[in-house]
């Protein structure tokens, strides 16, 4: 069984640099075909996509904020990492972590979801 | 960047209509489209994978379709468990969402 759960600060001031984990199991990052990935969704808004990490090590980051985001993976602990830099109150949103299956024919996708941590950003 | 535009936004149905809702790419995209359905509370579920191949548990009454920048899905007779929200995904980019709501 898959599971994925969020984990990070609730609250962040602009400007800060926001860490979140997200630590899974049911699964390795070692493995092919496997990925985490990391969607965002403010309030009553739709879903944005932000990063993505295969088991492979390659990373994709969405082209408007690849330049405050980091992901990294810890195959050993079952953990991967996000880091967004710089934040601003319209990033006050809730962040999803997910499970990512890659397939030739299909490409990925997410197949299991995190619960969702929600991040404000205020002063 | 590809843009993925969905419509309509939003959709009033009743219980055993048949809802058809778009996705529209900016460029001609592979077979690389998935759909979601998302209530609210809750994380998006995956329903369709690869444009048409339906996720394992998911009713059969969901479907997807569609190639080149164009694909839809169509739910052929609506539950009222169905009413949500709905997104389109394409390897790195979310459609805008169409939500269902009850007529």
């Known amino acids: 069984q898959i599971t994925l759960k969020e984990s990070g600060p609730t609250l962040v001031k602009p400007t800060q640099t926001l860490t979140l984990t997200c630590t899974f199991s049911g699964f390795s990052l070692s493995t092919i075909g496997g990925g985490v990935g990391w969607i965002r969704q403010p309030p009553g808004k739709a879903l944005e996509w932000l990063a993505l990490?295969?088991?492979?090590?390659?990373?994709r980051y969405n082209p408007s904020l690849r330049s405050r985001l980091t992901i990294t993976k810890d195959t050993s602990k079952n953990q991967v990492v996000l880091t967004m830099t710089n934040m601003d109150p319209v990033d006050t949103a809730t962040y999803f972590c997910?499970?990512?299956?890659?397939?030739?024919?299909?490409?990925?996708?997410?197949?299991?979801w995190g619960q969702g941590a929600l991040v404000t950003v205020s002063s | 960047d590809i843009q993925m535009t969905q419509s309509p936004s939003s959709l009033s149905a009743s219980v055993g209509d048949r809802v058809t809702i778009t996705c529209r790419a900016s460029q001609t995209i592979s077979t690389y489209l998935n759909w979601y359905q998302q209530k609210p509370g809750q994380p998006p579920n995956l329903l369709i994978y690869?444009?048409?191949s339906l996720r394992s548990g998911v009713p059969s009454r969901f479907s997807g379709s569609g190639s080149g920048t164009e694909f839809t899905l169509t739910i052929s007779s609506l539950q009222p468990e169905d009413f949500a929200t709905y997104y389109c995904?394409?390897?790195?980019?979310f459609g805008g969402g169409t939500k269902v709501e009850i007529k």
């Open positions: 995904q394409q390897r790195y980019f």
């Open positions: 690869g444009v048409s």
């Open positions: 990490i295969y088991w492979s090590d390659d990373k």
């Open positions: 997910a499970h990512a299956y890659y397939r030739d024919s299909s490409g990925y996708f997410f197949d299991y």
